[in-house]
């Protein structure tokens, strides 16, 4: 059912090799969100581990089993509210490829929706270091939208937001909030990270909210952090600063129907 608004909440990590230690910091402030009054709380990319791409294998496992998937069920539950993680090892019949998956779970600690990131970051930066996603990964194919908290939240992860025909289905799909967890490298953030979901939300008429990874992580990568959440209009209405910590934002339906009312560029689309 359609709400009016919808309290979220962005967190910004700095995950690192360990499993433990990276959900005890999500729990924290995943509670830290609930006392904010968050509804729904966004987890970045590699929020439960951070290390080399080819260490993923052995903290994969399948959705149904326990593990990461088991942590993120059990702290909607503990918390009552949406638990969106975005980005973790997801086991699949190839065990030296797993998914890169996102998955959104309910208060009641149901799974709401699975996103298995589509593009991967497979790139050689210069002295921004180089990276070979795909060596470790399997890339998903389905473009998926759900109804999280009364809004159709459309979801992506990272790299994908380099590619504006993947919102473009999303938008088809009815998307009214973009959802953009990420671990978005320090040399391309410093530049691209701004416009890239400022222009997610102006093409697509619709919320962005964005959780990021800050500062250095195992095999010297750093990531760039400004978690934040941008309006229908394109503009910034929540950014984290540096480090770790919790970025909150109310969406407003109304907002969203005002940018679409007074400028209906989704209804003049002729390609």
Request: hydrophobic share 45%; net charge neutral.
């Amino acid at each position: 059912m359609a709400k009016a608004e919808l309290v979220v909440a962005a967190l910004q990590l700095n995950s690192q090799a360990d499993v433990q230690q990276n959900l005890d910091a999500c729990r924290r402030l995943v509670e830290l969100a609930k006392r904010r009054g968050a509804e729904v709380v966004l987890l970045p990319e590699n929020f439960a581990f951070f290390g080399p791409e080819a260490e993923k294998r052995r903290v994969a496992a399948p959705l149904g089993g326990g593990g990461i998937a088991a942590a993120l069920r059990d702290l909607a539950r503990d918390n009552r509210l949406s638990v969106i993680g975005g980005g973790f090892p997801e086991l699949t019949a190839d065990a030296q490829r797993p998914h890169n998956t996102l998955l959104a779970v309910g208060p009641d600690g149901q799974d709401v929706a699975v996103y298995r990131k589509i593009h991967l970051f497979d790139v050689e930066l210069g002295s921004g270091g180089s990276y070979a996603e795909s060596d470790a990964t399997s890339p998903g194919s389905a473009v998926v939208v759900a109804e999280v908290g009364g809004f159709q939240l459309g979801l992506s992860i990272c790299y994908d937001l380099r590619f504006p025909e993947l919102y473009r289905a999303l938008s088809q799909q009815g998307a009214e909030v973009l959802l953009v967890p990420a671990a978005f490298t320090l040399h391309t953030g410093k530049d691209h990270w701004h416009v890239l979901l400022r222009a997610r939300a102006i093409e697509a008429q619709a919320f962005v909210v964005a959780a990021a990874q800050h500062g250095a992580h195992p095999g010297g990568r750093h990531t760039y952090g400004h978690s934040l959440v941008v309006d229908p209009w394109g503009t910034v209405i929540a950014e984290a600063s540096d480090g770790v910590g919790v970025v909150t934002a109310t969406l407003e339906r109304s907002r969203l129907e005002a940018v679409r009312r007074s400028l209906p560029s989704l209804t003049h689309r002729k390609l």
